[in-house]
């Protein structure tokens, strides 16, 4: 979806302590994933598949990093400019190779937040089955009537 929360990440000191603290507290599942050159990336599951927001945890590398969350946009650079007009800028493009495409930028505090370039495909389908719910609920509704 346009503009979604579609990912969060977590950086820790301790991610074996805090996977283990998110596990008990909330019911989250953290499987662990390595990224090379010795660093391991935490993904979270936070419920049911399709349900819920999924998110990453990893070894902090710099004692000012604080939790981020990405949005998901078709328009990657149209976002970025709409976010510099807004007063934000653009700290830094990335890619993670066959996944995702995206950029930080700083919200006018210097918050980081990240951009994440969805597919339109995703995002069809995501539509077709808000869509689809939506006519299964006014189907249920009009045979209640009768």
């Known amino acids: 979806m346009q ?3 579609v990912h969060f990440e977590i950086p820790v000191n301790d991610p074996e302590k805090m996977s283990k603290f998110y ?3 909330f019911g989250w599942n953290f499987q662990s994933a390595p990224m090379g050159e010795g660093q391991t990336y ?4 936070t419920g049911p598949q399709g349900k819920s927001l999924a ?3 990893y070894k902090k590398q710099g004692a000012d990093e604080v939790v981020r969350f990405y949005v998901g946009d078709e328009d990657l650079e149209g976002t970025i400019a709409r976010v510099e007009r807004a007063g934000g800028s653009l700290l830094q493009r990335f890619e993670v190779p066959g996944m995702v495409t995206g950029a930080l930028l700083y ?3 210097k918050n980081v937040l990240g951009i994440v370039k969805t597919s339109s495909r995703r995002a ?3 539509s077709r089955r808000s869509t689809s719910r939506k006519r ?3 189907s249920k509704a009009s045979k209640r009537k009768r």
Do not use: Q, T, V
């Open 124 to 126: 069809s389908r995501a």
């Open 23 to 25: 596990s008990e507290a």
């Open 42 to 45: 935490w993904m979270i599951s």
């Open 136 to 138: 299964a609920r006014k």
């Open 3 to 5: 503009n979604s929360l």
């Open 55 to 57: 998110g990453g945890m």
């Open 107 to 109: 919200d006018p505090e």
